[in-house]
């Protein structure tokens, strides 16, 4: 006798295979009911949790053909579970060492002006500061920095590097900064008006940095430009340092300045 499927409906009825993707971290992806796009962060008891470039976060079931992939439907899948690797490079690509301790603190340090700078450096160079045993320390700003070395007193053993934004050659920052460097304090600048600008634009799902005319507030313009919260830069800088996950996100300008500091405090 014929064996006859249980399921009668006709093919043209049913519903197109999707594929499944795992929702590994960082995976990209939209909910088509309510529009949200962000990338993958967690994913535990049948849901998801995604994160907009804005830094916030939805959790959504996840439903057979419940997502947008690059514009095709798919249905995510929890990821097989993986022994935990251990990372060959820290996030500035130099050789991590597995087990390394913190380094009793140097004498010398390195001072980075702006806040936000300075959660950079500590995000991407963290790793191999404290190997190396160097403090970062916050800069208010540049008409600080002659206080802040005199009572440093930089030394052949205590070295002393300055991180500042936008040093211009003739500008009033630039005459503090030589005034205070010396064989022993070195202080350099990256060329952006805003450390937002050292982070790739590709790395925060960006075409490039807008221009903002002069006199304006760059955040608050950049933020208009690109429809971002205005009123909240601090939280759009929380969302953009989310979105750096080593050196590879960074532009080369601000990397060579930052490495050269280490090199100068670390120096025999």
């Known amino acids: 006798m014929r064996q006859y499927s249980a399921d009668l409906t006709p093919p043209w009825k049913k519903p197109k295979p999707v594929p499944e993707v795992a929702a590994e ?3 990209v992806v939209e909910e088509p009911g309510t529009g949200f796009c962000g990338a993958v962060i967690r994913c535990e008891a049948g849901t998801v949790t995604l994160e907009d470039r804005f830094g916030k976060h939805r959790v ?21 579970a993986a022994a935990p690797a251990r990372p060959s490079r820290t996030a500035s690509g130099s050789v991590a060492v597995p087990g390394a301790r913190a380094r009793v603190a140097r004498a010398g340090r390195i001072y980075v ?3 936000h700078d300075a ?13 190396e045993g160097v403090v970062v320390e916050y800069l208010g700003g540049v008409d600080d920095l002659p206080a802040i070395v005199a009572e440093f007193a930089p030394g052949p053993d205590a070295r002393l590097g300055v991180l500042v934004d936008h040093l211009v050659p003739g500008t009033k920052e630039w005459r503090i900064a030589e005034s205070v460097t010396s064989g022993h304090a070195l202080v350099v600048g990256h060329p952006y008006i805003d450390v937002w600008e050292a982070v790739k634009p590709a790395a925060v799902g960006i075409d490039a940095w807008p221009r903002i005319p002069h006199g304006q507030d760059w955040k608050t313009g950049v933020c208009r430009a690109l429809g971002w919260p205005s009123d909240n830069t601090g939280a759009v800088w929380q969302a953009i340092l989310a979105r750096v996950g080593s050196y590879k996100d960074l532009e080369p300008e601000l990397l060579g300045r930052v490495e050269e500091l280490i090199d100068f405090v670390t120096a025999p």
């Open 113 to 115: 002006e702006g806040r």
């Open 60 to 80: 959504f079931p996840m439903e057979p053909r419940g997502f947008l992939l690059e514009g095709r439907v798919v249905t995510l899948v929890r990821p097989a």
């Open 25 to 27: 971290p960082g995976l």
């Open 119 to 131: 959660e950079l450096v500590e995000k991407v160079w963290g790793d191999d500061l404290r190997v």
